[in-house]
């Protein structure tokens, strides 16, 4: 009979010589589905960037500090001359109707505000070291915690397996009537089914919380080999290290670091 789910799976792991290391699979199951989880940013886009990052680390980080708009990049022109720009979505679909009062960011100019809030955190590394070092470790203990709770579960659910079998071999056996079980079973399948969904829950916070170490390390790491100033802007530095990015007006934005580290630089006007 096909096992429907009556009776236990398994699977074995580390039975075959790995072509790649566990580690960097995971890690890139972890940014397949960062990406996945990217929707389309306007209605007016022409397509979702639903399987690949975008080309710009500021598409992905850049949000409007007054309605929560992610901000897109935008070429003006203007007798010949070209200039790039930043504009909260809302703004460029909609004008003022959901953002009122939304700026247009000059990238260079923000790319600078970045860079000297970049050389800034650099400068005092290990404060911002510190304060990622316990998050990991926040993250570390949660993940241990849910882990002792998963185990606790699986254990509770192999006895509620046993027992159903128990139930099976005394109907079987003769030695009750059918229906005389009928509530015992009915308990015993739904306390199963609540702790399969509680389970389930339980890992899909455990992969946040890999996830969120994963790119907290990310961090950590390009912080403690940082020894110089930077010079320019970077977009893999960016993706690195930054959290988010929230324009609260024309000359001052708010980086939030991975990590929970926050920082209020100036744009040059």
Not at 89 to 100: Q, S
Not at 146 to 169: F, P, T, V
Request: hydrophobic share 35%; proline share 1%.
């Amino acid at each position: 009979m096909k096992n429907n789910g009556e009776k236990d799976k398994y699977i074995v792991y580390d039975c075959h010589p790995a072509i790649i290391s566990r580690d960097t699979y995971n890690r890139v199951q972890q940014e397949l589905a960062r990406r996945g989880s990217i929707r389309k940013r306007s209605d007016k886009t022409e397509t979702e960037q639903g399987h690949y990052a975008s080309k710009y680390a500021l598409s992905d980080i850049l949000i409007c500090g007054e309605c929560g708009t992610a901000y897109r990049r935008v070429t003006w022109t203007s007798h010949g001359h070209k200039l790039i720009v930043w504009r909260c979505i809302n703004r460029l679909d909609y004008g003022n109707r959901y953002c009122k009062h939304s700026p247009s960011v000059n990238e260079k100019k923000l790319q600078a505000a970045i860079v000297d809030a970049l050389n800034r955190a650099y400068a005092d590394g290990e404060t911002m070291l510190a304060t990622i070092k316990r998050n990991i470790e926040a993250v570390m203990i949660n993940r241990d915690v849910s882990a002792a709770e998963r185990e606790r579960i699986k254990n509770r659910l192999s006895e509620i397996s046993e027992a159903k079998d128990g139930l099976i071999r005394l109907i079987t056996n003769g030695a009750v009537e059918e229906d005389s079980l009928d509530k015992e079973f009915e308990d015993l399948i739904n306390e199963e089914k609540f702790l399969k969904q509680q389970i389930t829950e339980l890992q899909r916070s455990s992969d946040v919380s890999d996830e969120k170490s994963y790119h907290l390390m990310s961090a950590f790491e390009e912080l403690q080999k940082a020894k110089s100033q930077m010079t320019e802007y970077d977009d893999v530095t960016v993706r690195k290290v930054v959290e988010c990015i929230r324009v609260l007006s024309k000359t001052e934005v708010q980086i939030i670091f991975k990590g929970g580290f926050e920082m209020n630089v100036e744009v040059d006007r």
